[in-house]
C-alpha cells in the first residue's frame, strides 16, 4: 500500500481491524490516565489526612480526640478500597465508596464524640464551620473521578449536609433556658440573639456553603470535562499514528504526523527502490489449498515487513506474492542506499529461518528473488479522487527488472552498481553490508536503453 493509500485508511475510513486496534489504544489511555489519577487522589488523601491528624491534636490536646483520629483511620480505608476497586467507565462499587466517604464525613461533623463527658447541642455542632472538609474529598475527587461523578458528588453531599441540617433543625432541647437566658440577656441587641443561641441553626449560611460547593463543583467538572476531551484527543492522535505504523517504519510516522508540508507535493529526488518477489509461486499456488497459499503469503509477507520497517524504509505496496518497498520516502536521509542494502540481505537471512521452519513442519520451501536500485524518482499523488502518493519513474522500472533478472543470472539478489556506489560513500557503512557481493559486467536489461553494471549474491 501506497502513503496516500494509507493515510486515509488510517486516518479517515480506518478497517475493521483498525477500529479495534483504536478502541484498544483509547481504553488504554483511558485506563493509564483513570489508574494515575487514582493513585495522586489516594496520596493526596493520605497525606492530607496525615496533616488533619496533627492538626487535630494541635488544635485540641485532649484524649477524646483519639475518636476523630479512628474516624480519619476509615477516610484512609477507604481511599485504599477505591484504589482496589477502581476501573475505567461505571463502576458501582466506586460510586458506592464514594457516598460512604460523604456519609463518613458529614457523620464525623455532626455526630457528637461519644468520648466526651458532656456534649454540644446538634445546632452548635452543625455551627462548627467544619464544612470546609467537603472540599478536601473534591480536591482529591477531581484527580480521580469522570467529570460526571463530580456533579455527583456535589449533588451527594448537599444532600447530605441538607439533611443534617433538618435533622438538627428538629432535635429535642433538653435546656430551653439557655435559649431564654440568652433572650434575657441579649434583650436590647435582638440581633444578636439567634447567633448566641445554643439551639439556633443559621439555615442562609448552610445554604450558602453548599452553594459554594455546588458551584466549585461545577467549575471543576468543566474543567475535567475538557481535560477528559483534550485525552480522547491524544488517544486519537496515537491510534492514528497506531494505524500509520502498520504501513511505515516508526521513522517515517513521526515525520508524517510532525510534517506539515502536504504529500501530494510533486518532487524529484534521489530514492532506493527494493523489489521482493517469491520465485516460482504461480506453480506452488497451483499445487496447494488457497488456504495455504495465504497462509504462506501471509508468513512471507509479516517477515519482509518486518525487515522494512526495522531498516527505516516505506512499504510502498504489496504485489501478490511480492513487494515494493522505498528508501528515502517521503523524506531522503544520509545512509538510504545503504538501508535499502542491509533489508534485503535481512530479508535473504529472514527467507533462509523460514525455510527452516517449514522444513521442521514438513512444509516445501521458499525462494524469492531481490532487486535494488538507487536514482532519481517522481514522488507525488495521482489520480483524481481516489489518491495514491505514487514513486514512479525510471529508478522503480529498473528496480523491477532487476529483481526479475534474479531468475536469468540463478542468484538471489541483483543491486546496481549506482546503488553500491551510493551505499559505499554513505556515512556509517561497514565493510561487511558488502561481503558476498560479486560484481558483473555492464549487462542489457530489458526496456532500458544502456547497459547496467550490476552486483549479485547468493544462489538462486
Known amino acids: 500500500m501506497s502513503i496516500t493509500e494509507a493515510l486515509p485508511a488510517a486516518m479517515a475510513n480506518p478497517p475493521a481491524r483498525a477500529d479495534i486496534a483504536s478502541n484498544r489504544v483509547v481504553n488504554e489511555a483511558l485506563a493509564a490516565d483513570k489508574r494515575e489519577g487514582l493513585v495522586l487522589a489516594v496520596r493526596a488523601r493520605w497525606a492530607a489526612l496525615a496533616v488533619i491528624a496533627i492538626l487535630i491534636i494541635y488544635v485540641n490536646p485532649h484524649w477524646e480526640m483519639i475518636y476523630y483520629e479512628i474516624l480519619l483511620a476509615g477516610f484512609a480505608v477507604i481511599g485504599w478500597l477505591q484504589l482496589r476497586l477502581g476501573r475505567v467507565g461505571r463502576s458501582r462499587p466506586e460510586l458506592a465508596l464514594l457516598f460512604c466517604d460523604l456519609a463518613l464525613m458529614t457523620f464525623t461533623l455532626m455526630a457528637p464524640n461519644p468520648l466526651t463527658d458532656g456534649h454540644w447541642p446538634a445546632a452548635m455542632q452543625y455551627r462548627f464551620d467544619n464544612f ?148 516460482g509461486f504461480t506453480a506452488y499456488s497451483d499445487m496447494r489449498s488457497p488456504h495455504q497459499v495465504i497462509a504462506t503469503l501471509r508468513e512471507f509477507h509479516a517477515l519482509m515487513e518486518h525487515e ?112 553500491i556506489a551510493r551505499a559505499r560513500s554513505e556515512t556509517g557503512g561497514r565493510a561487511d553490508d558488502f561481503a558476498g557481493l560479486q560484481p558483473r559486467p555492464a549487462t542489457s536489461i530489458r526496456g532500458i536503453a544502456e547497459p547496467l553494471a550490476l552486483w549479485t549474491a547468493g544462489p538462486a
Open 308 to 419: 522494512v520497517f526495522r531498516h527505516a524504509g516505506t512499504l510502498d505496496k504489496y504485489l501478490g506474492d511480492g513487494l515494493m518497498a522505498t528508501f528515502g520516502t517521503p523524506t531522503t536521509g544520509s545512509s538510504d542506499a545503504t538501508n535499502a542494502l542491509r533489508c534485503a540481505r535481512a530479508m535473504i537471512a529472514a527467507v533462509d529461518r523460514l525455510n527452516v521452519a517449514r522444513e521442521a513442519r514438513g512444509e516445501v520451501p521458499v525462494h524469492a528473488g531481490f532487486g535494488l536500485h538507487y536514482g532519481d524518482a517522481i514522488l507525488g499523488d495521482i489520480g483524481a479522487h481516489r489518491l495514491e502518493f505514487a514513486v514512479i519513474g525510471r529508478t522503480v522500472n529498473i528496480a523491477a527488472r532487476l529483481e526479475a533478472l534474479t531468475r536469468e543470472l540463478a542468484v538471489t539478489l541483483v543491486a546496481s552498481d549506482d546503488l
Open 132 to 279: 470546609p472538609y467537603f472540599f478536601v474529598l473534591l480536591a482529591s475527587a477531581t484527580l480521580a473521578y469522570h467529570w460526571r461523578t463530580l456533579i455527583a458528588f456535589a449533588v451527594w453531599a448537599a444532600a447530605l449536609w441538607l439533611g443534617a441540617m433538618v435533622w438538627a433543625i428538629y432535635q429535642p432541647v433538653p435546656y430551653p433556658e439557655l435559649s431564654e437566658g440568652v433572650r434575657v440577656v441579649l434583650a436590647d441587641h435582638p440581633r444578636m440573639i439567634p447567633f448566641l443561641d445554643p439551639y439556633f441553626v443559621n439555615v442562609p449560611s448552610r445554604i450558602q456553603e453548599v452553594v459554594i460547593l455546588l458551584i466549585v463543583a461545577a467549575t471543576l467538572a468543566i474543567a475535567g470535562w475538557r481535560s477528559n476531551r483534550l485525552l480522547l484527543k491524544h488517544a486519537g492522535v496515537e491510534r492514528e499514528r497506531a494505524n500509520l505504523a502498520r504501513y511505515f517504519s516508526p521513522n517515517v510516522v513521526d515525520e508524517l504526523s510532525s510534517n506539515d508540508e502536504p504529500l501530494k507535493q510533486v518532487r524529484t529526488q534521489n530514492v532506493a527502490v527494493l523489489f521482493a518477489d517469491i520465485v
